[in-house]
């Protein structure tokens, strides 16, 4: 039996994930020097999955009134201190902000993968979290195919 209260706790959680990801990309987005425009672009657009997702997410929830939790994670938080002391040693090595990305990209999709996984949620939210996991999916592959290409150069 399908449990609303658990099932807007779950869809909250990936709220608070997405709204960490909005935050860490548009913190990288302001330390990245000018030559990385192409980074900037890149990480502009999962800025607006991200809020595409939780949009999504928002919805679910607010069709039968769930409050809708718009904070971050204390994991967001631990993800955002250490992208920023790596972007501040380190701003100008493509590879390890890609390499920081990617570290929030895994965080992510463990998040997603949990929530897919909780019992007691309701049949059209699982529907929801996988096809919002495989969007992330393939923007977590994204940065570690440009993460590995770096790697090869270096």
Known sequence: ???????????NDLIK???????????AITELPEINA??????????????????????HISA?????????????KIYRAWMDI???LASDDRKAI????????DAAQKAYRQAEQE?????????LITNQ??????????VKELRDREREEA
């Open 133 to 142: 996991k495989i969007q992330l999916l393939a923007s977590h592959d994204q």
């Open 38 to 59: 192409d980074l900037k672009g890149l990480f502009t657009r999962f800025v607006e999955q991200s809020e595409g997702l939780k949009a999504e997410l928002q919805q």
């Open 1 to 11: 039996m399908e449990d609303l209260k658990k099932t807007a706790e779950v869809l």
């Open 86 to 88: 790596k972007a501040a």
């Open 17 to 27: 994930i997405n709204n960490d990801r909005i935050e860490g990309y548009q913190r």
């Open 98 to 105: 890609l390499e920081s990305c990617e570290y929030g990209e």
């Open 64 to 76: 039968w009134d769930g409050k809708v939790d718009t904070q971050t994670t204390v994991s967001g």
């Open 119 to 127: 019992e007691g949620i309701s049949p059209a939210a699982r529907a």
